[in-house]
């Protein structure tokens, strides 16, 4: 059944992990995307910082952002990457990441940044290239457009060593994949 509640799952800690985590609700509620639904999102909190995921079955990635706010919101860190089932470990400076430090704002603010950051990432279109062997996929790979940042792969590493895809789609984050 759907919890029609984006980012369910633990509860905040902390007001200023509740303050975020109430504006990040309101950013989400105002997405448009077809396919993603409330239940795709979650929060943890079991360490250290608050953590706000968005599962993408389609593309086998996670969106994961991590709040920290300890008792000055002068060292209040945001971040934001494409990860995978290891929280936090693909996290880097680069463009299709996030990262706020340094600045004093309300954790509310933070809360609309990770929402904003997010919907940009759920708009990104995703290539799919195939490798085929004798008309079967034999190899996929899942990659953000523009960047080439590498989402997922699937299948056997042999007809990639060798040649160009056989055949590239783009698609949505949250588009129904089909074979």
Do not use: C
């Amino acid at each position: 059944m759907t919890d029609y509640t984006w980012f369910s799952g633990d509860a905040p800690r902390t007001p200023p992990e509740q303050s975020f985590l109430a504006s990040l609700r309101a950013g989400a509620a105002r997405w448009d995307l077809p396919g993603l639904d409330p239940d795709l999102t979650g929060t943890d909190t079991s360490r250290d910082p608050l953590l706000a995921t968005v599962d993408l079955p389609v593309v086998g990635a996670i969106l994961q952002i991590a709040f920290w706010a300890d008792d000055s919101p002068h060292s209040w860190l945001l971040t934001g990457g494409w990860g995978d089932q290891h929280v936090l470990d693909n996290h880097s400076d680069g463009p299709d990441d996030l990262t706020v430090l340094g600045v004093v704002a309300g954790a509310e603010t933070f809360g609309a940044w990770a929402a904003d950051w997010l919907d940009r990432q759920l708009h990104r279109p995703v290539e799919r290239l195939d490798w085929l062997v004798h008309g079967q996929v034999a190899k996929t790979r899942w990659q953000l457009a523009g960047s080439g940042r590498h989402l997922r792969t699937t299948g056997s590493t042999f007809p990639a060593r060798r040649r160009r895809p056989d055949r590239v789609s783009v698609t949505r984050t949250t588009e129904v994949e089909a074979d």
